[in-house]
């Protein structure tokens, strides 16, 4: 695979397998299964992600207790629950590695387009955070929808970014698990998926940003 093809979506991924495959979907008759790796973050704190990955490419010792190392994409899908459309997202296999070839078992670099207004706050202790809504181009005129969190600076630049903007960055994917009201008053917990940003920047279309050089793979810093 020539992974320099689509240099807009990247992810780095090494972690333990911790559920077993299940069948996701069909795509011209190739098959497609999702299970949960945890990756080990450098504070100790573990983030389980959901992986999907083609029958084509699955091995036996992707099981429960197994490691996976992989390239791939963090992509989203809307899923329809309870009469709603659901994003979901995932990070897409394309390619497995033999040996992890960094330090760095979670990396991701993005290019893409803020398809929302950013949402700055600050927290009682404040700290500085931003929330931002990214669409990323893929092959066959589709498109990604990846919520990403940015902090200190970066959320101050992020503030002043308006829908339309072209940014780059690089970072981790992060779980999150929050308290999601129900009509009855009671309270499910449900889990986010988001990049938690290291490093960001904004630039047009035509201008020559190189995004390899600025952001890579699997060096790129972790925001804990």
């Not at 069948?23 to 299964?33: A, K, N, R, T």
């Not at 959320?155 to 992060?174: E, H, M, P, Y």
């Amino acid at each position: 695979m020539n992974y320099n093809t689509e240099k807009n979506n990247r992810v780095y991924l090494f972690g333990e397998i911790v559920s077993g495959a299940k069948f996701s979907h069909e795509v011209y008759g190739e098959g497609f299964y999702e299970f949960y790796v945890k990756v080990i973050r450098l504070s100790g704190q573990a983030d389980i992600l959901p992986v999907t990955v083609s029958e084509r490419i699955m091995t036996p010792d992707m099981a429960p207790g197994g490691t996976i190392c992989a390239l791939g994409q963090f992509r989203s899908y809307n899923k329809l629950e309870n009469g709603k459309s659901r994003l979901m997202l995932t990070v897409f296999v394309r390619e497995l590695l033999d040996t992890q070839p960094g330090k760095n078992p979670n990396s991701i670099v993005l290019s893409g387009y803020i398809c929302k207004p950013p949402v700055y706050r600050t927290t009682p202790f404040n700290r500085e955070i931003a929330d931002l809504l990214i669409a990323v181009n893929r092959s066959y005129n589709k498109s990604d929808y990846i919520p990403a969190i940015a902090w200190g600076r970066n959320a101050r630049f992020v503030r002043n970014l308006s829908v339309g903007d072209k940014v780059a960055l690089s970072g981790r994917i992060q779980s999150r698990e929050y308290q999601k009201k129900q009509p009855d008053e009671s309270f499910v917990t449900m889990t986010a998926y988001e990049v938690s940003i290291s490093k960001l920047a904004a630039f047009d279309d035509d201008s020559e940003f190189d995004i390899d050089s600025e952001f890579d793979l699997y060096s790129a810093a972790r925001a804990e």
